[in-house]
Nanobody, 119 residues
Framework: QVQLQESGPGLVKPSQTLSLTCTVSGGSITTIYSYWTWIRQPPGKGLEWMGAIDYSGSTYYNPSLKSRTSISRDTFKNQFTLRLSSVTPEDTAVYYC???????????WGQGTQVTVSS
C-alpha cells in the first residue's frame, strides 16, 4: 500500500516561498500511470487542486496558481516537492499530497500538514 507523508515548515512569512515535500513509501513515483498531486484546503473552504507531477515527470498546474507554483521530484529519494512563491495569508491552508491513477481520482493521501502564512 502506498503511503505519503508531507513535511515542511508550518509557518511562512508573507512574500516568501512555501516549500513542502511529500515522501512516498510502498510504491515508486515513476510507476507508469501514477499521478502525484498537491491539494490544499483553506480554513472553512473546500479542497483546491494545486497541481500534479506524473510518472514521466510531466507537470500540470491549476491555472489560477500556475504563475506561483512549481512541482518537482527526486526519483532517488522517491519524493516530490511543491513550491508556492509570493505567499499571502490567503495561502494559509492544510496541504495534502495524494496519489492516483489519474489527476482526477485519488486513492492514497498523506495526513496533511497545516501551513500558516503570517508575519
Amino acid at each position: 500500500q502506498v503511503q505519503l507523508q508531507e513535511s515542511g515548515p508550518g509557518l511562512v512569512k508573507p512574500s516568501q516561498t512555501l516549500s513542502l515535500t511529500c515522501t512516498v513509501s510502498g510504491g515508486s513515483i515513476t510507476t507508469i500511470y501514477s499521478y502525484w498531486t498537491w491539494i490544499r484546503q483553506p480554513p472553512g473552504k473546500g479542497l483546491e487542486w494545486m497541481g500534479a507531477i506524473d510518472y514521466s515527470g510531466s507537470t500540470y498546474y491549476n491555472p489560477s496558481l500556475k504563475s506561483r507554483t512549481s512541482i518537482s521530484r527526486d526519483t532517488f529519494k522517491n519524493q516530490f516537492t511543491l513550491r508556492l512563491s509570493s505567499v499571502t495569508p490567503e495561502d494559509t491552508a492544510v496541504y495534502y499530497c495524494a496519489h492516483g491513477a489519474s489527476m482526477a481520482t485519488y486513492d492514497f493521501w498523506g495526513q496533511g500538514t497545516q501551513v500558516t502564512v503570517s508575519s
